[in-house]
């Protein structure tokens, strides 16, 4: 069965240091988001991607984060200069067509730890 | 904004058992509500999903309603298994994807 799958699965850095989650979504699918889950707290929406391009965002998708399809196949998430608070739970998910309204199928995730 | 709280925050049943849990939101305005089931420290894994015009969903044990108007979703899982402990999730997607804080679900052998 088709999933997503996220690397890396856990990544530890440096605050102020830049990092690149990435993403390989379900193949046919259109539509891509971002999510973020701090440790004991709710899964809260970063940012979703259609059509080459951010359909939505919220509060917390400021200027720091950025989010690419560079190829065919791969979704990343950009932090450009971490914070002790990045610290979290990042899942990708995708869904099919039907303006996003279909399924979303969640990756595994990565742990990034910001020290 | 929409908000979405779930009841219980936690429950703890022996095997055998069928259970309810609630989800509600603030805002109707929804085009669907999703529940998922996550394992400690791992990912999510729909379980249902329901479109604003349907009333409910089954799968397997698992049945998922929604009263739209009244912004409550319940998701009934029949015969519980030791297997079933997780925290489940409900989602609401309207303007973008609202989780809510989840049950955390313990099914005693």
């Known amino acids: 069965e088709p999933e997503v799958t996220q690397t890396p699965s856990h990544q530890v850095t440096q605050m102020g240091q830049e990092v690149i989650l990435r993403c390989v979504p379900i193949s046919n699918h259109l539509y891509f988001y971002w999510y973020r889950q701090i440790l004991g707290q709710k899964v809260e929406f970063l940012v979703s991607?259609?059509?080459?391009?951010?359909?939505?965002k919220s509060e917390i998708f400021d200027d720091q984060f950025s989010v690419e399809r560079p190829d065919g196949s791969n979704f990343t998430l950009k932090i450009r200069s971490t914070k002790l608070e990045d610290s979290a739970m990042y899942f990708c998910?995708?869904?099919?067509?039907?303006?996003?309204?279909?399924?979303?199928?969640f990756g595994p995730g990565t742990r990034l730890l910001v020290l | 904004k929409q908000e979405v709280t779930q009841i219980p925050a936690a429950l703890s049943v022996p095997e055998g058992e069928n259970l309810v849990l609630n989800c509600s939101f603030t805002d109707s305005a929804i085009y669907n509500l999703q529940w998922f089931r996550q394992d400690p420290g791992k990912g999510l894994t729909s379980l249902l999903l329901i479109q604003s015009s349907q009333r409910e969903q089954t799968s397997g044990r698992l049945n998922a309603s929604l009263d739209k108007s009244s912004g409550r979703s319940t998701l009934y899982i029949a015969a519980s298994q030791p297997g079933d402990s997780a925290t489940y999730l409900c989602a609401v997607n309207g303007q973008n994807f609202v989780f809510g804080p989840g049950t955390r679900l313990s099914v005693l052998p």
């Open positions: 998910a995708s869904s099919g067509g039907s303006g996003g309204q279909e399924t979303q199928y």
């Open positions: 991607f259609y059509n080459n391009e951010i359909s939505e």
